[in-house]
Each structure stands twice: as structure tokens, then as C-alpha cells.
């Protein structure tokens, strides 16, 4: 039953991708995306509604979901959750306070069965920033994801810089290597 | 163009999605259409709204009538799944919608939801039900179950793993609190001010993000932050601030001199008005071009209000008049100050 129709999900999907980034508001998804696509981030809003980015990636076409993650707007995430393959999910690691409500809604939408069979990450941003959680500290918060059979990975090395100066590791290839595995 | 192509590969990505949905439905009339125009869209959309009203009328009827009563539940329940349609279809469509209409179709949605469940409480006051998707009862995931089990285990445990504090001033009543960054040091952390009560508080130098949480009555001056600022619950304030980025959440009757980048939003906050940036200090011009914030780009009346998404001015928040300004506030000679340090 459910593996089949994971398997099934698998097939379909070969070339394309989709991937739902949500968070927090202030978590960093729009920055993300459109520095992962190259583009400029000096003026960006925050997100009412969503953006969507088509990325090329060797023989995958990634269909990027960036959602608004604003109180009001949070329950139309839920909006975006149809055929989603892999569900990226942005944590503000220096927003120490809100670090409970973040783990909460993260659990809410793992309830929902039409999230099954999508591959889980959990995106531990703002690691520049001095006094930021490590991401070990936040994998510790979420400890019992870590048991669950999702793919979770906590990415510890990826920073989205303020700055054009500083670089950023192929955050392509990590996208392809979590998602590409889903057990 | 590139963008040409880009939105031709999310239209055939769309009618693609669309084929598979019709072949996933088995009742095939269901299925949502295919749409070339905005305008199109708009019409089957208020199409499909006016009869979704239509049906939470006729159950209310219902509701009144003893003997169909037993069919409500399932009529509200149909009732739901239109919703949940109507909801999937704008997120499908929403590539090529302009952001106003889909904004206002997601807040005709909402609304749509808040007449359902009260429909629902009303008329059917025991059991609460919510928009599951119920055609995959049995593809159920069994990691959600997974989940449960752990979750009650860890119960016990799950206290909040000692989280250490940022820098920053909490907690203190009718102060005077100043803080000096230098560029070298701090300039890369961020900082909160968070349970402060009549105080004022002076930042000087560059931040790279700045969290406030639960302020009354206080005024805060603060030099450039690099990244954003999160604003939470403030009451009877005035902030003198600028950043990349501003959002504020519960406020209340609070002013804010704000240059911006972006355009500073707000969110379930009242009374609040906004004026430009008027804060000097010795070095500040060279704190604000280090920080991107050089130049006054007109942002801070450019405010959206997340809990008024219309076209029309949000009741919320207005301007300033000019002559209610504050002058510009000189922190040149404030000296670094925090009571318990
Ligand atoms: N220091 C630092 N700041 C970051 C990083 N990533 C994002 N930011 C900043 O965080 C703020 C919020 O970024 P956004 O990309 O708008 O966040 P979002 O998650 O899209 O927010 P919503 O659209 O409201 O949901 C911006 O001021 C960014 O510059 C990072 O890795 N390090
Ligand atoms: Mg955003």
C-alpha cells in the first residue's frame, strides 16, 4: 500500500521534481531559492502568497515551491502539499525564541497523509550568524524525526551569505542527493 | 525569452498535472479545467464560490427540517471537498494568476472556510470534522503512526532542550539601556530586547538581525541592521529603526520611524503609524552604506498588512502626520549602559 504508491511516485516523477520550501516567516526561504537560481537578493519582500522557481539540474527539472510562512498564511500551505515529492523545511537558527513554535508547526504538517512518501529536510539557516543554534543543537530539538523513516537530514554547512563575496556549497547537488533517495 | 519559456514549461507542467488529477479521479467530471485567461479563471472560480454558498444554504435549510437531518452531515461534508477543489485549484492555477486575485481568491477561500465551520458547529454541534482527504483512508501513512508512538514516549522528555539566550536586554523596567557595536565584534551576531517595560534603548553600530519581543511603553533607537528584524507584541511604543527587512506582529498603538529595502509588513496589529528614519549618531551615514541602507528608498509607507489583503487602505496603520515628527533623536553622547552588566 504505501510503499507501492511510493513507488509509483518514484516513476512518475524521473525528471521533475517538486519541492515545497516552507518555515517560519523570517526563516529564509525566499533568500534561499533565489540564491540557489542565481539571482539577485538584496531587495526582497516578505513572501504574501508564493513564488515558484523551475531550476535545471542535470536530467531533473526542479519545480521550487516558496511559501509565505506569515501566521495568516500558514493554512494555505497545505494548498501546495498535492504530489509533492520533497518538503524542505526552513529553520531561522538564531530565532532561539520561536524555536517551539517552529517544531509545532513542523509536526502539524507531518500529520497530513497527503505528505506521505515526500522526503523530508529540515534546513538549518542563518548558520553566519554569530550565536546561531548549531545545527546538531536543532537536530537535538527535533530528536524524534530523527527516527522516523523520512529521509531527515540536518545540512550543516550551507549558508545563504548576505554578502555576494561569500560562496555557496552546490546546494544543487544536495538537493538531487536527499531527494533522490526516498526509502 | 527565457521567462516565455519558463512559463510555457509550467503550462505544459500544469496540463500534465491536470491529466493525471482527471486520471486519479475516477468521477471524471470532477476534474478541475484547464484555464487560458485570467478571466476565465475569475468565472469559474466565482462560478464554483456562488454555489458552494448556494450549498451551505440549502444545509441549513436542512438543518431546520428533522427529518433530512441525517443527510447533513454528509451534504456538509461535500460541501468541504468543493472547498478543498476550489482551494487545490487556485494553488494550480496560481503561476500565471496576478498576486491581487490570488490573493483575494485565497481570502474568498478563508471565508468560505470560516462559513463552513460555523455551518458545521451550529448544525452538527458534537462531532467537529475537519477537510481530510479521505479517498486515501488506507494509504494512511505509517510513519505518521510511527511519529504518535515516539511522540509519547519522548513526552516526558520533550522540555526544551537548554537553549541558551542570544545577546541582548531582557527584563528590565523604566531603564536607560545603551549598546555600542563595534563592527568588529558583534557586527556578525544578532540581538533581542525582549520584556522591557518604560525603558529607553540606544543601539549603536550595525547588527545583522534584531529580535524584540514583549515591549510596553518604550522607545527604541537603533542603527542599521543588515539582515531583518522581527517585531512581537509591543504595546504604546516608538522604534526608530532600519533593516533589510521588517516584520511586526501584535502591535498596538506604537509609531515606527523605519527606513527599509523591502516593504515592512504587518500582522494582526492595530494603531500602529509609520514615519521615515530620523536618528543620528557620530559614524551612523558610514554604519548605513556598510549595511545596504545608504539610501532612503520610500519603503517605510509602503506597508502591507497581512490580515487586510484588499486593495483598499488597511484600518491598522496609517502615516504620520508631518507635524507630529519627532525631530531627529541625536545619540551621539550616549554612553554604553545596562544596569546589571
Ligand atoms: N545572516 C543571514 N541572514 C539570512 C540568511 N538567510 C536569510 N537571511 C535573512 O533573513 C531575512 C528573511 O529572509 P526571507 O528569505 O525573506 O525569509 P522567508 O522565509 O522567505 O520569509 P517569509 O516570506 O515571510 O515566509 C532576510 O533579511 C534575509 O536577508 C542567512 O543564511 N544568514
Ligand atoms: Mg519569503
Same mark, same amino acid.
Given at each position: 500500500?504505501?510503499?507501492?504508491?511510493?513507488?509509483?511516485?518514484?516513476?512518475?516523477?524521473?525528471?521533475?521534481?517538486?519541492?515545497?520550501?516552507?518555515?517560519?516567516?523570517?526563516?529564509?526561504?525566499?533568500?534561499?531559492?533565489?540564491?540557489?537560481?542565481?539571482?539577485?537578493?538584496?531587495?526582497?519582500?516578505?513572501?504574501?502568497?508564493?513564488?515558484?522557481?523551475?531550476?535545471?539540474?542535470?536530467?531533473?527539472?526542479?519545480?521550487?515551491?516558496?511559501?509565505?510562512?506569515?501566521?495568516?498564511?500558514?493554512?494555505?500551505?497545505?494548498?501546495?502539499?498535492?504530489?509533492?515529492?520533497?518538503?524542505?523545511?526552513?529553520?531561522?537558527?538564531?530565532?532561539?525564541?520561536?524555536?517551539?513554535?517552529?517544531?509545532?508547526?513542523?509536526?502539524?504538517?507531518?500529520?497530513?497523509?497527503?505528505?506521505?512518501?515526500?522526503?523530508?529536510?529540515?534546513?538549518?539557516?542563518?548558520?553566519?550568524?554569530?550565536?546561531?543554534?548549531?545545527?546538531?543543537?536543532?537536530?537535538?530539538?527535533?530528536?524524534?524525526?530523527?527516527?522516523?523513516?523520512?529521509?531527515?537530514?540536518?545540512?550543516?554547512?550551507?549558508?545563504?551569505?548576505?554578502?555576494?563575496?561569500?560562496?555557496?556549497?552546490?546546494?544543487?547537488?544536495?538537493?538531487?542527493?536527499?531527494?533522490?533517495?526516498?526509502? | 525569452?527565457?521567462?516565455?519559456?519558463?512559463?510555457?514549461?509550467?503550462?505544459?507542467?500544469?496540463?500534465?498535472?491536470?491529466?493525471?488529477?482527471?486520471?486519479?479521479?475516477?468521477?471524471?467530471?470532477?476534474?478541475? $479545467?484547464?484555464?487560458?485567461?485570467?478571466?476565465?479563471?475569475?468565472?469559474?472560480?466565482?462560478?464554483?464560490?456562488?454555489?458552494?454558498?448556494?450549498?451551505?444554504?440549502?444545509?441549513?435549510?436542512?438543518?431546520?427540517?428533522?427529518?433530512?437531518?441525517?443527510?447533513?452531515?454528509?451534504?456538509?461534508?461535500?460541501?468541504?471537498?468543493?472547498?478543498?477543489?476550489?482551494?487545490?485549484?487556485?494553488?494550480?492555477?496560481?503561476?500565471?494568476?496576478?498576486?491581487?486575485?490570488?490573493?483575494?481568491?485565497?481570502?474568498?477561500?478563508?471565508?468560505?472556510?470560516?462559513?463552513?465551520?460555523?455551518?458545521?458547529?451550529?448544525?452538527? $454541534?458534537?462531532?467537529?470534522?475537519?477537510?481530510?482527504?479521505?479517498?486515501?483512508?488506507?494509504?494512511?501513512?505509517?510513519? @505518521?503512526?510511527?511519529?504518535?508512538?515516539?511522540? #509519547? #514516549?519522548?513526552?516526558?522528555?520533550?522540555?526544551? #532542550? =537548554? @537553549?541558551?539566550?542570544?545577546?541582548?536586554?531582557?527584563?528590565?523596567?523604566?531603564? @536607560?539601556?545603551?549598546?555600542?557595536?563595534? #563592527?568588529?565584534?558583534?557586527?556578525?551576531?544578532?540581538?533581542?530586547?525582549?520584556?522591557?517595560?518604560?525603558?529607553?534603548?540606544?543601539?549603536? =553600530?550595525?547588527?545583522?538581525?534584531?529580535?524584540?519581543?514583549?515591549?510596553?511603553?518604550?522607545?527604541?533607537?537603533?542603527?542599521?541592521?543588515?539582515?531583518?528584524?522581527?517585531?512581537?507584541?509591543?504595546?504604546?511604543?516608538?522604534?526608530?529603526?532600519?533593516?533589510?527587512?521588517?516584520?511586526?506582529?501584535?502591535?498596538?498603538?506604537?509609531?515606527?520611524?523605519?527606513?527599509?529595502?523591502?516593504? $515592512?509588513?504587518?500582522?494582526?496589529?492595530?494603531?500602529?503609524?509609520?514615519?521615515?528614519?530620523?536618528?543620528?549618531?557620530? =559614524?551612523?551615514?558610514?554604519?548605513?552604506?556598510?549595511?545596504?541602507?545608504?539610501?532612503?528608498?520610500?519603503?517605510?509607507?509602503?506597508?502591507?498588512?497581512?490580515?487586510?489583503?484588499?486593495?483598499?487602505?488597511? $484600518?491598522?496603520?496609517?502615516?504620520?502626520?508631518?507635524?507630529?515628527?519627532?525631530?531627529?533623536?541625536?545619540?551621539?553622547?550616549?554612553?554604553?549602559?545596562?544596569?546589571?552588566?
Amino acid at each position: 500500500m504505501g510503499l507501492l504508491s511510493i513507488i509509483r511516485k518514484i516513476k512518475r516523477k524521473e525528471k521533475e521534481m517538486r519541492i515545497l520550501m516552507v518555515g517560519l516567516d523570517n526563516s529564509g526561504k525566499t533568500t534561499i531559492v533565489l540564491k540557489i537560481n542565481g539571482e539577485d537578493t538584496s531587495v526582497i519582500s516578505p513572501t504574501l502568497g508564493f513564488n515558484i522557481k523551475t531550476i535545471k539540474y542535470q536530467k531533473y527539472s526542479l519545480n521550487i515551491w516558496d511559501v509565505g510562512g506569515q501566521k495568516t498564511i500558514r493554512s494555505y500551505w497545505r494548498n501546495y502539499f498535492e504530489q509533492t515529492d520533497g518538503l524542505v523545511w526552513v529553520v531561522d537558527s538564531s530565532d532561539v525564541r520561536r524555536l517551539d513554535d517552529c517544531r509545532m508547526e513542523l509536526e502539524k504538517l507531518l500529520k497530513e497523509e497527503r505528505l506521505s512518501g515526500a522526503s523530508l529536510l529540515v534546513f538549518a539557516n542563518k548558520q553566519d550568524i554569530q550565536g546561531a543554534l548549531k545545527p546538531s543543537e536543532i537536530a537535538k530539538k527535533y530528536k524524534y524525526y530523527r527516527k522516523y523513516s523520512f529521509h531527515d537530514i540536518f545540512y550543516p554547512r550551507i549558508k545563504v551569505p548576505l554578502s555576494h563575496s561569500q560562496h555557496i556549497i552546490s546546494p544543487r547537488d544536495w538537493y538531487i542527493a536527499s531527494l533522490g533517495t526516498i526509502p | 525569452m527565457k521567462h516565455a519559456a519558463m512559463l510555457e514549461r509550467l503550462s505544459n507542467l500544469h496540463r500534465s498535472r491536470l491529466q493525471q488529477y482527471a486520471a486519479r479521479r475516477s468521477d471524471s467530471d470532477a476534474a478541475s $479545467p484547464a484555464f487560458e485567461s485570467v478571466r476565465s479563471f475569475l468565472d469559474h472560480f466565482s462560478d464554483s464560490k456562488r454555489s458552494i454558498e448556494a450549498e451551505l444554504a440549502r444545509c441549513r435549510a436542512l438543518a431546520s427540517d428533522p427529518a433530512s437531518a441525517p443527510n447533513l452531515k454528509p451534504e456538509l461534508e461535500n460541501v468541504s471537498a468543493s472547498i478543498a477543489d476550489l482551494d487545490r485549484l487556485v494553488a494550480e492555477n496560481s503561476y500565471f494568476l496576478p498576486s491581487y486575485d490570488v490573493r483575494s481568491s485565497l481570502k474568498a477561500i478563508s471565508e468560505l472556510k470560516e462559513a463552513l465551520d460555523s455551518a458545521n458547529s451550529e448544525l452538527v $454541534p458534537r462531532k467537529k470534522f475537519s477537510f481530510k482527504n479521505k479517498a486515501s483512508k488506507k494509504d494512511q501513512c505509517i510513519l @505518521v503512526k510511527q511519529i504518535e508512538e515516539i511522540k #509519547v #514516549v519522548d513526552a516526558e522528555k520533550s522540555n526544551p #532542550v =537548554g @537553549v541558551r539566550d542570544s545577546p541582548g536586554f531582557r527584563n528590565k523596567e523604566n531603564a @536607560v539601556l545603551v549598546k555600542c557595536f563595534r #563592527v568588529s565584534e558583534e557586527g556578525e551576531g544578532d540581538f533581542s530586547l525582549s520584556d522591557l517595560n518604560s525603558c529607553e534603548v540606544y543601539l549603536k =553600530g550595525r547588527i545583522r538581525a534584531l529580535f524584540v519581543h514583549r515591549l510596553r511603553n518604550c522607545r527604541i533607537f537603533a542603527g542599521p541592521v543588515q539582515g531583518s528584524i522581527l517585531i512581537e507584541d509591543v504595546n504604546d511604543c516608538l522604534f526608530m529603526l532600519a533593516s533589510h527587512q521588517i516584520r511586526i506582529h501584535q502591535a498596538r498603538a506604537t509609531d515606527f520611524y523605519l527606513r527599509v529595502r523591502s516593504r $515592512p509588513i504587518i500582522e494582526d496589529s492595530s494603531g500602529v503609524r509609520f514615519a521615515p528614519y530620523r536618528l543620528f549618531y557620530k =559614524g551612523i551615514d558610514e554604519d548605513m552604506k556598510d549595511s545596504g541602507l545608504g539610501e532612503e528608498t520610500g519603503n517605510w509607507a509602503n506597508v502591507d498588512d497581512f490580515k487586510w489583503l484588499r486593495a483598499v487602505q488597511s $484600518p491598522n496603520w496609517c502615516l504620520i502626520p508631518e507635524e507630529e515628527h519627532v525631530g531627529t533623536t541625536n545619540a551621539s553622547d550616549r554612553e554604553e549602559q545596562c544596569d546589571d552588566e
